[in-house]
């Protein structure tokens, strides 16, 4: 054989040793794909309620974040101190349709909140707010409106949430003012925290 043609062959095989190569490894990718989509779930398995979550370290302190939650739009909000200081002043307080948030179902006489919303910041974490950005009225979406003396709300609005549907008006725990259309304050999801900065919703945590 001349050696040209050797160098034809050895050209040949090279060829053909890459190709398989590279459709071997294509096969294993493709396999590996959906293997490693797997570890998440799919958007069919969160609509149907699997746990979503939300990395909050690098909210700002006074932002807010919204994420989605069975076709629900959750919000988690970094409280500042000033915000966690209205959620117990007098004025607040005396405003408020539920402080506590102590009401029950009609029907089955159990909370409507988790056990971890019954305290002033309706939270796991003082400086971190977690709600169901539904209004308990007819189901809108609240604003935040969360500087003081709104001008639109007048000077003695502390900070919160308004939905702009029918005038409800909630405070920096969610917590509804007296005399709105909504009936009951904005709904606390399940929750907790998988580390300092991710939040998981869609599970309960465990409260002693």
């Known amino acids: 054989m001349?050696?040209?043609?050797?160098?034809v062959d050895d050209g040949?095989?090279?060829?053909?040793v890459v190709?398989?190569?590279v459709t071997g490894l294509a096969g294993v990718g493709?396999?590996?794909?959906?293997?490693?989509?797997?570890?998440?779930?799919?958007?069919?398995?969160?609509?149907?309620?699997?746990?979503?979550?939300?990395?909050?370290?690098?909210?700002?302190?006074?932002?807010i974040v919204k994420v989605n939650w069975r076709g629900q739009a959750i919000?988690?909000?970094?409280?500042?101190?000033?915000?966690?200081a209205t959620l117990t002043s007098a004025e607040v307080l005396g405003s408020l349709r539920d402080p506590d948030s102590e009401e029950v179902d009609?029907?089955?006489?159990?909370?409507?909140?988790?056990?971890?919303?019954?305290?002033?910041?309706r939270s796991l974490k003082p400086e971190y707010l977690v709600l169901v950005g539904v209004c308990s009225?007819?189901?809108?979406?609240?604003?935040?409106?969360?500087?003081?003396?709104?001008?639109?709300?007048g000077a003695s609005w502390p900070g919160g949430f308004y939905c702009p549907?029918?005038?409800?008006?909630?405070?920096?725990a969610g917590r509804v003012f007296k005399d709105v259309p909504a009936p009951t304050n904005l709904k606390v999801p399940p929750y907790r925290f998988v580390n300092d900065t991710v939040v998981q919703i869609g599970a309960d945590a465990e409260v002693a």
């Open 30 to 63: 493709l396999t590996a794909v959906p293997f490693l989509a797997s570890w998440k779930p799919s958007a069919r398995a969160q609509a149907l309620g699997a746990p979503v979550e939300a990395d909050v370290s690098k909210l700002e302190p006074g932002a």
């Open 165 to 172: 549907c029918h005038g409800s008006k909630f405070d920096l």
């Open 75 to 84: 919000y988690i909000v970094h409280r500042t101190p000033e915000m966690i």
């Open 12 to 16: 040949r095989r090279h060829f053909l």
């Open 19 to 21: 190709a398989t190569t």
């Open 137 to 153: 009225h007819l189901g809108c979406a609240p604003l935040n409106r969360f500087q003081p003396k709104d001008p639109e709300l």
């Open 106 to 121: 009609p029907g089955s006489l159990k909370p409507l909140q988790p056990a971890y919303a019954k305290n002033p910041t």
């Open 2 to 7: 001349s050696s040209e043609a050797e160098q």
